[in-house]
Nanobody
Framework: VQLQASGGGLVQAGGSLRLSCAASARTVSNNGMAWFRQGPGKEREFVAGISWNGGRSSYADSVKGRFTIARDGAKNTVYLQMNSLKPEDTAVYYC???????????????????WGQGTQVTVSS
């Protein structure tokens, strides 16, 4: 399984970005997918997750109402639409995949076997 994250960049507070995670064949359809992030000097934290069939999505409280996760099984790609960005959203964003993710483990790092290389998001005030 290979995951390639892209779409990061520098944006002003209040702006928007869309991250993409291109996965190897059938990854999106066979795995729970998620985005995590790691800010400067911080632990890697859960941002959003989506089930293997796209039927359920979950969000960290800090991004609810601002971020949206979506998947395209045909393109083997997962997206993270980020609106109303804040300086505290500054981080390296990682996509992750796990074949055994369930509702209770969606926000748990150890539930995800495969990780992409990360893309930097910087939000200026």
């Amino acid at each position: 399984v290979q995951l390639q994250a892209s779409g990061g960049g520098l944006v002003q507070a209040g702006g928007s970005l869309r991250l993409s995670c291109a996965a190897s064949a059938r990854t999106v359809s066979n795995n729970g997918m998620a985005w995590f992030r790691q800010g400067p000097g911080k632990e890697r934290e859960f941002v959003a997750g989506i089930s293997w069939n796209g039927g359920r999505s979950s969000y960290a409280d800090s991004v609810k109402g601002r971020f949206t996760i979506a998947r395209d099984g045909a393109k083997n790609t997962v997206y993270l639409q980020m609106n109303s960005l804040k300086p505290e959203d500054t981080a390296v964003y990682y996509c992750a995949a796990g074949p055994s993710v369930i509702r209770s483990s969606v926000a748990t790092r150890s539930a995800y076997y495969y990780w992409g290389q990360g893309t930097q998001v910087t939000v200026s005030s």
